[in-house]
């Protein structure tokens, strides 16, 4: 039997069992203890009202053995009996065992945990040497003046003890003992659920709090994430509008110069201007396109990353990238494809930085109102517990969390590395 009945619970009943097991267990050995304790002071008090009685009723049952008035001896027998509930029958035999008198109490322990307790009746006689008329002692054999006792054994008397008597006495004191523990045990139970409420309400504050906390550092990540593109498309911009703008200039300047001057050095001069400047060009172009992808805006996400992936693709970095897109990404968010696709970009860039991988891929797809994303390579993979740290995969998962979304990185040494990434669209 699997015990995972308890996951199921919630917080406030697992705090009460917490508490309620051990008060329950408690509770049982109280209850056992004290069952115990009355039954070992019933058998100590039958121990030693038995043989008490045995004996007071064998010293004054001499005379009427002796005289053989077993009337009187059946009469005090009965009242006995009548006075001492625990007392089930006594019998007095003589002494070859033979039953003389018997007497047994109406309720009878049948079934029960009998004990027997026998005293001797003995009968002692006092003697003493008397003188004859001829003034010798009766007795030859006993000296002149001699006297002494003689104690005979006559019989004996059996005394039978029943518990059901002191077993009913025991059993009120233990009766209020349980009643006292059951109210100690229900006040207990009453406590340990206020307390269990009190900390249930706590932890969910708290959790409640931490969610709160979470979703204000995933706000403040979207407005940093936000305000670091605004700052990008800026610089983009100005690169775009001003350094480009002034490279041009600065490369017809130098062809008007290099058309204007005759072969030689100034004309050679102009030359190396104009491809330094055309150089400078392409190099802002590029900046501009990794600060702001402009086909991002024209294209859509699906356009931009096949983009991307043809670049990587083209680079000869010794490993071939394939791209799959399914569903119509026109309408997306300006926020959740710019996020999706620097977490693209970023990946990649592991990919061609550390994976040593022959193969990648990466596949979009929308659906159910999501946006998922798969990036795969058969690269030599990574220790997750270990590396899961860097900046790069850091960067991945906040820019994930902040748009409320889930990422899972299956990877392992020389095993390659698959990330699964699903972002709600709204």
Avoid at 84 to 112: F, K, N, T, Y
Wanted: some cysteine.
């Amino acid at each position: 039997m699997r015990w995972h009945v308890w996951r199921h619970w919630s917080v406030r009943t697992r705090l009460l069992a917490m508490t309620a097991i051990p008060l329950a267990y408690l509770f049982c050995t109280f209850v056992w203890y004290a069952y115990q304790s009355r039954l070992s002071e019933v058998r100590e008090e039958m121990a030693e009202r038995g043989p008490l009685v045995a004996k007071v009723l064998a010293d004054s049952s001499e005379f009427s053995l002796a005289s053989r008035r077993y009337d009187d001896l059946r009469l005090t027998i009965n009242g006995l009996l009548r006075a001492d509930p625990s007392i089930d029958r006594i019998e007095v035999v003589d002494a070859q065992r033979r039953e003389l008198v018997h007497a047994a109490a109406r309720a009878s322990g049948v079934g029960q945990e009998l004990r027997y307790f026998e005293a001797p009746v003995l009968k002692r006689l006092m003697w003493v040497a008397m003188l004859g008329p001829d003034g010798k002692p009766y007795q030859k054999d006993r000296p002149f003046g001699a006297s002494g006792t003689t104690v005979e054994t006559m019989g004996y008397v059996r005394v039978t003890m029943s518990p059901s008597a002191l077993l009913l006495k025991q059993t009120h004191s233990f009766y209020v003992e349980l009643l006292v523990g059951s109210l100690g045990l229900l006040a207990c139970v009453l406590l340990a659920w206020q307390l269990a409420k009190g900390l249930d309400a706590s932890l969910h504050a708290s959790m409640q709090a931490l969610r709160e906390a979470d979703a204000e550092k995933r706000r403040l990540i979207r407005k940093v994430n936000s305000a670091v593109e605004d700052e990008r498309k800026s610089i983009a911009l100005e690169i775009h509008d001003e350094l480009n703008a002034t490279l041009i200039a600065a490369r017809l300047e130098a062809q008007r110069i290099a058309d204007a001057s005759a072969d030689g050095e100034v004309r050679e001069r102009a030359q190396s201007i104009i491809k330094l400047t055309l150089g400078l060009y392409n190099s802002g172009r590029s900046l501009v396109r990794r600060l702001r992808p402009e086909v991002l805006d024209m294209l859509g996400l699906d356009g931009a990353v096949e983009e991307m992936v043809r670049h990587y693709d083209s680079a000869r970095s010794g490993c071939r990238f394939a791209m799959a897109g399914h569903g119509d990404f026109s309408r997306m968010e300006g926020g959740i494809a710019i996020s999706a696709y620097r977490i693209v970009q970023e990946a990649l860039s592991n990919v061609v930085k550390h994976a040593r991988a022959s193969q990648a891929s990466v596949t979009l797809a929308l659906a159910d109102g999501e946006l998922r994303m798969e990036i795969a390579d058969n690269g030599k993979g990574f220790d997750a517990t270990q590396v899961c740290t860097g900046i790069g995969l850091v960067g991945m998962r906040e820019r994930v969390y902040a748009c409320n979304g889930r990422i899972t990185i299956d990877t392992a040494l020389a095993a390659g590395t698959h990330i699964q990434i699903v972002m709600p669209i709204h």
